[in-house]
């Protein structure tokens, strides 16, 4: 094939493949930014003409990581950033930057930029998103705690005062807070939503980008106490430099606020700035009367959406989601729930054989009146039980694996030395089974 077919081949596909892709020379000269690319660096045609004309890259703040790859002449491997591109919208990458040699010599870099804010975005949100605005109609709730939070965000709603959300992830406290926003009794012009696990040099960019705005704006700091000290002291600073009344302030702590001051992870001062009051929501564990209305309107929302004819759970499948204790509450509730219908054809109730292994798995075992009694979930009752062994066993390594990693607080080294497997072995195995664990060195 021709040389010149080649290269419009190429060009044709950097251009339209997913991957961003940065190449430039030993000079930071501009030769490769692809649609991907300026789409996460939220820059338009008019804007990338203009960089390209000026040809050289900003090392020290936009590619430093190219100029560290250049300097060393080593890859850059596995580099996640979130932070607000040009265009303010908040984009997380993983990043693999390679130096380009040609006959011995480097010749430039190339950086891989593979888009994960949707990813992050998932993984982060204590509930999934309805595709509407969450207000409290939405809840689904009936126990008397939940409508007792209901009542007091509705009264922080109406006062305006600023408030802590205190509870465990996956509670439901986002849709409290956004709830919080839309019952307003003088409606605010935005919600932004600060995910404060995250990168915290972006988080306070992001905060000093809108506290000087004169739009109304309600601030929600998810999980405020994983700031460091000196970044919540900076926020307060923020906040009292900038004073505009028509903002309203929402944060969530995980566990109790004081606790939190004792131990050195919550800023008072930041506390009295959040907490005209506070509101705590409990885990589903001690609200177990709201499982089956949230199970019951997630069905009605996969029957609106996918035409299914599920209506709900068998007796057996309901006794069992009513004497467990969902660790990840709603949250994990709702991604078994995904897990069920992912694989719904024409039925129009859950049995016990549809649940998934791992799920089995964690309640093999059921605490009655103090004593351990073994359940049957994995007896084989009829030919629905039966899965391909390859399957079956690839489950049963996937929950033995999670529970000693559990029995080891996720470290690798440990968890790895008690199966006598090798460390790499073991890492393989936890990314590939994408196991939800905070093990050391796993990114």
Not at 117 to 143: C, H, K, N
Not at 353 to 374: C, D, V
Request: with cysteine; glycine share 4%.
């Amino acid at each position: 094939m021709d040389n010149s077919i080649l290269l419009s081949i190429y060009r044709y596909v950097i251009e339209k493949g997913d991957m961003g892709i940065c190449v430039v020379d030993t000079d930071g000269k501009l030769l490769i930014y692809n649609k991907k690319m300026r789409e996460l660096e939220g820059v338009n045609e008019d804007e990338f003409e203009e960089r390209r004309a000026l040809e050289i890259i900003d090392f020290e703040t936009e590619k430093s990581d190219i100029y560290k790859v250049l300097n060393s002449e080593t890859p850059v491997l596995n580099v996640k950033k979130t932070y607000w591109n040009k265009k303010n919208q908040e984009v997380t990458y993983i990043s693999n930057i390679y130096p380009l040699h040609y006959e011995g010599v480097l010749v430039g870099a190339v950086e891989f930029a593979r888009d994960i804010t949707q990813l992050e975005y998932m993984m982060y949100q204590p509930l999934r998103r309805y595709g509407a605005p969450l207000t409290f109609d939405i809840i689904s709730a009936v126990s008397a705690v939940m409508k007792d939070v209901i009542e007091k965000a509705k009264i922080v709603a109406l006062s305006r005062m600023p408030v802590v959300l205190i509870g465990e992830s996956g509670t439901g406290i986002d849709m409290i807070a956004e709830g919080i926003h839309h019952d307003l009794s003088v409606k605010n012009d935005m919600f932004i939503a600060l995910i404060c696990r995250r990168d915290e040099d972006t988080i306070l960019k992001h905060f000093e980008k809108y506290i000087v705005e004169k739009e109304k704006i309600t601030f929600f700091a998810e999980r405020i106490e994983y700031l460091s000290m000196a970044a919540q002291e900076k926020i307060v600073e923020l906040f009292n430099n900038h004073p505009n009344h028509h903002h309203m302030l929402i944060a969530s702590v995980g566990k109790d606020p004081i606790d939190l001051i004792q131990a050195q992870k919550l800023s008072k001062k930041l506390y009295r700035l959040f907490s005209g009051i506070t509101i705590y929501v409990p885990p589903l564990r001690e609200r177990k009367e709201d499982i089956m209305p949230f199970i019951d309107d997630y069905f009605k929302r996969h029957r609106d959406s996918f035409g299914s004819s599920i209506q709900g759970l068998s007796e057996e499948v309901q006794e069992i989601f009513l004497g467990y204790d969902w660790p990840g509450n709603l949250k994990e509730l709702e991604v078994l729930l995904d897990e069920i219908s992912s694989l719904l054809t024409n039925e129009t109730v859950v049995d016990s054989h549809m649940l998934p292994a791992h799920f089995r798995w964690k309640i093999q075992y059921s605490y009655e009146n103090g004593t351990e009694e073994k359940a049957d979930l994995f007896i084989i009752k009829n030919p629905h039980d039966i899965r391909p062994l390859d399957v079956y066993m690839k489950e049963v390594e996937e929950y033995y694996i999670s529970k000693a990693l559990d029995f080891h607080q996720g470290n690798i080294s440990k968890t790895a030395a008690a199966l006598g497997i090798r460390r790499q072995s073991l890492q393989y195995r936890v990314k590939n089974y994408k196991l939800n664990k905070k093990s050391e060195n796993i990114d």
